[in-house]
């Protein structure tokens, strides 16, 4: 099937910067886009940043001037480059891709990673 790996989490002070990876492997066919999102202990989980199979990008607006999501498609790798780095961006983070099907797309996710923002 797709398995989805990430990696980059951790702890880093406020303003600091982080950058998380995801990398695709398995029966990968057509890639509609590539998301990342986060979810909060009791909180919904919200898409944080998206990039599509031909490079536009999408951003969440707590994110805007400060993520930056790009992509590996040689690698079938997505990052999310975050910058000054908020408590609030504590969270653990998922990525997504969306694959084309036949009659529509299928999701994959990654097991996510936690990222803490702390002094």
């Known amino acids: 099937q797709v398995q989805l790996v990430e990696s980059g989490g951790g702890l880093v002070q406020p303003g600091g910067s982080l950058r998380l990876s995801c990398a695709a492997s398995g029966s990968i066919y057509s890639i509609s886009a590539m998301r990342w999102y986060r979810q909060a202990p009791g909180e919904e989980r919200e898409l944080v940043a998206a990039?599509?199979?031909?490079?536009?990008?999408n951003y969440a607006d707590f994110v805007k001037g400060r993520f930056t999501i790009s992509r590996d498609n040689a690698k079938n790798t997505v990052y999310l480059q975050m910058n000054s780095l908020k408590s609030e961006d504590t969270s653990v983070y998922y990525c997504n891709v969306e694959l084309r099907r036949y009659d529509g797309y299928t999701d994959y996710w990654g097991q996510g990673t936690q990222v803490t923002v702390s002094s």
């Open positions: 990039i599509t199979s031909d490079g536009f990008t």
